[in-house]
């Protein structure tokens, strides 16, 4: 199992949900880490509680919608901490409803958040880890990265787009030393429905399926992950089980989940 104490490691969307508890991980497992994020006061919060609990963090306040400001970024944390050992990729976006409800903005912005911020980060850090034969990339996805959901179809494009982005990456980087995690949970409770206006009534009736899981277990993956090498974890089991089998059959899945109401979202389309 690998040992991650004293690496590097930089979080991005840090300041609260998935990304904080990951964070608070990291440091926990004895990480330096460098939390990413929109400037703000619970930016600030965030790495001021991990040092309160004995663990070192700083925080860096970054536009990661803004490609250049993240390459920015970078250097300004490699100059702080050393080299980065650890790239988290958690920062995300992205609204659920038909694609003529959407403005421009909402229809492009996953786009950019995560899958133009998590490529541009990759393409700037691998290769030095790559170089130094060390160093783990953890991506984070969503079941909307499986499967072609309705009526969130940016969202989806861009769930998959790190789902291929990861794996692919995994196999360009697994004889070099580093590693590469996919990591996907079903639901976790951060209130990113409400802080996207994402309507979770156009999501299909079949998540409810799945129980509602915590940051802290989504963290608790991501430090498994790394450890262990993994190149890809999806949970809880009963989501694992209906990805996998969705991608040995998926028109039967469909049929099979259209056949009993499950598809389609519970909001009607007007």
């Known amino acids: 199992m690998k040992n991650i104490s004293g690496w590097n490691a930089v979080v991005t969307g840090a300041s609260s949900g998935i990304g904080k508890a990951i964070a608070e991980a990291l440091a926990k497992a004895g990480c330096q880490v460098a939390l990413i994020a929109r400037p703000s006061e619970r930016l600030e919060d965030a790495a001021e509680s991990i040092r309160q609990s004995g663990g070192t963090a700083q925080a860096f306040g970054c536009d990661l919608g803004d490609t250049d400001q993240l390459l920015a970024t970078l250097p300004n944390i490699e100059a702080s901490l050393g080299p980065i050992d650890i790239l988290v990729n958690n920062v995300g976006s992205g609204t659920f409803k038909p694609m003529h409800h959407m403005s421009a903005e909402e229809a492009t912005a996953p786009v950019q958040l995560p899958f133009k911020a998590a490529i541009a980060a990759c393409q700037a850090l691998a290769p030095k880890m790559r170089a130094r034969k060390r160093g783990h990339i953890v991506n984070l996805t ?14 989806t494009a861009a769930r998959y787009a790190m789902v291929g982005m990861s794996l692919a990456l995994y196999e360009e980087l697994v004889r070099e030393g580093v590693g590469v995690s996919l990591i996907c949970p079903a639901q976790v409770n951060t209130g990113y429905f409400e802080r996207e206006d994402a309507d979770l009534d156009w999501y299909p009736k079949i998540s409810k399926m799945f129980p509602v899981l915590e940051p802290q277990d989504v963290a608790d993956k991501v430090i498994l992950a790394i450890r262990k090498n993994k190149r890809e974890m999806i949970f809880p089991f009963v989501l694992w089980a209906f990805i996998r089998g969705f991608q040995k059959a998926p028109g039967l899945s469909l049929a099979v989940l259209k056949a009993l ?10």
């Open 261 to 270: 109401g499950l598809w389609y979202p519970s909001k009607r389309l007007s």
């Open 142 to 155: 969503s079941p909307a990265g499986y499967f072609p959901l309705p009526y969130m179809v940016p969202y």
